[in-house]
């Protein structure tokens, strides 16, 4: 049991380092081709690991038409796991030179020629056999498809440490990972070949597999999340004042509903905004003087209420939404951004009309009653400083 042992933690060790992987591509289908390409290298080399356990169990039991049969699965999954990871390799490192045609072919060769000596060696034994006493006996052709794998293997580890040479930063140390991770196969393919027995090929591959799980992989994923974290970010900004847009105003309001309904919702308020004027300052100044308008009007809002989101829900519409110390404060605040509202709509200034009101639950069913009386109390101060401005 020997044998199999060896299998059976490398393939433990692979799943477990690998589990996430498999989990994220096969929830979600926007990966990129790296990524699904370097999954069915990991797949192939599960049907690897299992096929060689299986070899060992049989093998020390005695089923010998079993154990050719599985002989043939093991060369068969070994050589496919080559030619998936060139496959992979060469999108990772993103060649398309001769030398990366030159390296895919040599995986598409060796797995192509493993498939003719295999249906040969049904036949007349060229890559294996077992004797009298069920020994079993490697052959020459098994040799030969070995030592092609193995100078693969040096070819890739010289060629990415080549291009390591040139890059810079964490892609300088992926590529050494790959380079060194390919010398790690050649090395085992090599003691493979020496020790027919010994299951050398599954602990170079386990060590070559963690070796870029824990310096490529998890590099690659951080830094994926980390650029779809700004796409989300830019996707839920305001392009012209930099504050939350409708679609984070959206998302917000969904996350309110969740609240309610798992009765975790603190009190809240919700104050409306809208500016004066806006499209005056459009049709006699014309739209930039109208986007400088919307932003100075968005940093008035901000610095009142800079402890609450703020939202650009309109072309001149705002909202804010209430919690914590700005939601204690709120009459204070609401009365502050009041006064100078009126002040600069003496002066001049920007303009921009508000409205507060806060969630009470003996009146209130969801989040737009709260809303629809904000902006009513809105609607009343923009007709209060229209007249007043009038009258002024």
Known sequence: MYYSSIGVIALIVHVIINFDLMKRVSRVGTHSVTQKRYRRFLIALIAYYLSDIIWGTLYENGHMLLTYIDTVAVFVTMTLSVLLWTRALIVFIDDKSLFGKIVLGGGWTIFLTEIIVLIVNFFYPIVFKFDEDHTYIALPAR??????????????????????????????????????????MAVFILLQDLYPLMPMYAIGTMFAACMVHSFVYNDVITRNTLQLENANKKAYRDGLTGVKNKLAYIDSLRQLELESTTETLANYGVAVFDINNLKVTNDTLGHEAGDELIKSACAIICKQFKHSPVFRIGGDEFAAILKGSDFENREELFREFTAKIDENNKNGGVVVAGGMAVFDPEIDDNYTDVFMRADQQMFERKEQLKASKAAG
């Open 143 to 184: 040799y030969v498809t070995m030592l092609m794998q193995m100078i693969l293997y040096c070819m890739a580890a010289f060629f990415a440490l080549y291009i390591a040479f040139r890059a810079e930063g964490k892609r300088r140390n992926h590529y050494r990972t790959v380079g060194f991770s390919s010398f790690i």
